[in-house]
């Protein structure tokens, strides 16, 4: 049985209280309500810049704040043990990582009900929470979400004053999924850490199953150290005392840091994953040869995870893949990473969706992209496309001196297309303002900047490219104010009647608009 952190009878009072508040207007309260309320939890540039300046993600307060919230919503830490928890964190792969445990434990154990909780969300917000690899759906996500609203409400008493009253967007969608699953008695949970890992929203659980780092490199979004011992031991900070703890391999620099993190957090093993042979003999459901890593880790994870709960030795990987394992690798998807989708309006497009925001990621992607089974495997007249997003804050023109050096040396085993003028055709530099009237749609909102921020920012990416490489045709370079307008000229090359080729990456909002305006949903979001 669940315990509550206050009184039982104190926390049903003050729910009373709330429903019968609430009581007149419970049937309007619909999944478009939630998302509208969830985005009034989001903070503008100005907040996140003094959050940055602060450090307050990675305060010492980070963590006992988000015990406070989870208390204040009725359970305690310790309940969270009931969820049966694979946490798994990284700077790149990890939601990959989550895809492939999430398929192999499915196919494994068909009874069992898997939970998955990832961030962030390509077009819906309920695809963060999903159960046996389905979103969970609107009016589930709409009863949850307005559950841990009112008890929020119902509870408002901190310790500390200065505590917001509502937790910010990710720590109260994480709170709406630890309710969901705790809720729907999930057997599993895969858990997708946010932002590091020692002072992420996600990091309560006391004694996950297993834990799980995926490859390490400078955060983007947070700078969390100088070095990448720094990062490697943020990313640590999930390994727990009698658990499990795993990593895939790493430079030798974070690989020292991951492992005395272990030693200290007293871990009952720290694994290093060496790829298993057969991994490389399977055709992965996730496209690109850096996921070979991610599915190593996936099988060594969920090998664990299922023997702890049989009560069974961890087999011998070295020897052989369960069938279930091979045909969970096999059939995993994770939308929006490296991704080819042919258009179903449009049979003349086909669209390369990687959400790669990174410069890891993004060399990755044009290894992907600029390869005989990708962008070469079409006709010789075929138009190709860059559809590019850069969030202000980071560096675009080191991003696209990144992507192009790798595209330049993928280049260069297929001649005579050995120029960069002779990959793309259109560069296109669009925001993630959804629409060309200006509006978002309300799962992709997004207030961190103002819309004159987003589209200096790639008029900004567009001088850049034309500096980078001033013999590509300056008319081929635009920026465009919304998503739609960015789809619209990727149109009007159709009247060539030709193929065209559009690779979209850079940002996974961007790639998330995109399935949504290009009405890519059906084929894009579809799970095996």
Known sequence: MLKLSLPLAALRSRTVQTRLSFSRTMASRTYKDAIDTLNSLQSNAATLD?????????SEFAIPEMIEYLGR???????????????????????????????????????????????????????RIRINGAPIA????????????????????????????????????????FHAFLDMKVDATILEVGIGGLHDSTNIVPKPIVTGVTSLGIDHVVVLGNTLADIAYQKGGIYKEGVPAFSVPQPEEGMQRLEQQARDRKASSFVVTPLLPEIQSITLGLAGKHQLSNANLAVNLAATFIASKDGTPVPDLKTGLPQTFVEGLERARWPGRCQRVVDPKQPSITWFLDGAHTKESLECCMEWFVSPDQAFDAAPNTLRVLIFNCTSGRSGKAFLSTMFKTVAAQLSSYPPQSAITDLFDRVIFSTNVTYADGHFKGDLTKVALTEAEILKTQRELAESFAELFPAFPAEQV??????????????????????????????????????????????ALSSA
């Open 138 to 177: 609107e009016e589930d996500f709409a009863k949850y979400f307005f559950e841990v609203w009112d008890r929020l409400e119902a509870n408002d008493v901190r310790k500390d004053p200065n505590t917001s009253p509502k937790p910010m967007y990710f720590r109260y969608m994480t709170l709406v999924a």
């Open 478 to 523: 635009i920026a465009t104010p919304s998503i739609e307008h960015a789809i619209k000229s990727v149109h009007s090359l159709l009247a060539e009647g030709t193929e065209v080729q559009v690779l979209v990456c850079g940002s996974l909002h961007l790639v998330g608009g995109v399935i949504e305006v290009a009405g890519l949903s059906d084929v």
């Open 50 to 58: 003094a959050m940055r300046a602060s450090g307050s993600r990675l």
């Open 73 to 127: 919503i009725g359970y305690r830490p310790d309940d969270l043990n009931n969820l049966n928890v694979i946490h798994v964190t990284g700077t790149k792969g990890k939601g990959s990582t989550c895809a492939f445990v999430d398929s192999i434990l499915r196919r494994t154990k068909p009874d069992w009900k898997i939970g998955l909780y990832t961030s962030p969300h390509l077009c819906a917000v309920r695809e």
